[in-house]
């Protein structure tokens, strides 16, 4: 494991360009973020990146950029490069360039128009944090090192993915023939450092069945907006429920108290609604699970077993509302720097009258995913058995974790952040997020967002503050002169 310094030693040509960055380019870089963040840059299916109008104009809109800074930028249909200088070996800071969905109805203002006023000192918009406030910075940080003639031993290359939120497989096909950095850097996580991430895993069972209509049973199940978001609403509707049982859902929804619920009469049934907190799937501990308390109010409930009441039943019984699988047969564990497993129920989809749902798991490293997936598909047996029911289906895809134990510039980038921060107790981090450092030899995040701060990335309320965008800017100016002449 890597081992944290307890001094900080940035060169007098980093500092000294850093605040020149801020003092010539700190507006500059809001207003490039502005034009970042109006092109909706969500991919969709049937469309291929290159080919989709939004993509186009926010590429259009990078290359003008460019060649106003300066910059040299190369198009290579899903990934993009701008690049300083002309050095046989570079730095590649990585980015990306596609955002997240956004529900407007859950924003002040559109999410894909930059939001100034209705909470001063924030930036709210659609990609502030992840990733287009990154990018922006960026640029201006090459752009001061440009002006300053601040000589480098390496160049200097952003990359900017357009498909990271959805579909890696272009990148890994463009990373065969892209010859690897001397050092590499995402800018799309957390401070300090980040020398860990886990991977990024699924489950997601289907749910199959009629109702008898004879008892009570639960129709139009929903919840969640995509998989890597902690979903904030939930609903379902309740039939042939008598009256003491409602009785007992409302007393129930009452001992909830991080939920709203709502109970609303239907023509047949009642409709139960619960309003939770969104927030990346990374860090569950930071939203409130909608579907997962939704399931919990019927704790208890005999449901007929319609794919919906299966569902229900499933989630209550293998999830729960903790947040680390405990309940899920034996898969729960944990790793000492990495921290635990965690597992989040995100996203319901119905499919004719199956349903599928959709179970986010962000895995450390400490257990083999072959004996992972023994166990996940053993607890799933064990319930089918126990309920009586038969799945239609269950896929499991299992990410890799990365724990790195030598990089060879994250002692540099640690002595920036202490630097700035003046926080010498900084060290090394794991996040539960994924990036596309998995994808180059050696590389660590660093940034943008500051250790104990909820990450907004992915809820509907995502912001960059005004300060946070200028200490990113010194940093990471900072950061490429450093690393440019490691």
Known sequence: MLAASVHANVADTSVKTAEYAVNNYHQAQIHTLANLVSFPTVNKDGIETPDNPDFIGFKQLLKMKAAQLGLDYQDEGHTVLIGLGKQAQKVTVVTHGDVQPADPKKWQKSPFHLDSTTEPGKLIARGTEDDKGPIATALYAMKAIKDQGVELNNRIELMIYLAEESDWEPLKAFMKSYEQPKYAI?????????????????????????????GVYVSELTGGAFKSQIPEDASVIVHNAPAALIEQLQAQAESLSEVKVSFTPQTQGVKVTVKGISAHSSEPEAGVNAIAHLAQLFSGVNLEANADGQAVT??????????????????????????????????????????????????PVGKQAQLLKQQINQAIDNWQQTNQVTLHNVEVELGEPMLLDNAPHAQKLLDIFKHYTND??????SIGGGTNAKLFDNAVSFGPSMPGKKYTGHSEHEYITVDQLELNLRMYTAMMIELGNM
Do not use: C
């Open 314 to 363: 499933f989630i209550n019984q293998l999830i729960g509302t903790g947040l680390y699988g405990q309940q899920f047969g034996e898969i729960a564990y944990s790793h000492e720097f990495m921290g635990p497993m965690t597992v989040a129920p995100t996203l319901l989809t119905r499919q004719g009258n199956d349903i599928v749902l959709s179970v986010n798991l962000r895995r």
């Open 186 to 214: 995402t800018i799309d996580a957390s401070y300090p450092v980040v020398v860990a991430e886990k991977g990024w895993s699924l489950v997601e069972p289907t749910f199959r069945g009629e109702s008898a209509r004879t």
């Open 424 to 429: 010498q107790s900084a060290s090394f981090v």
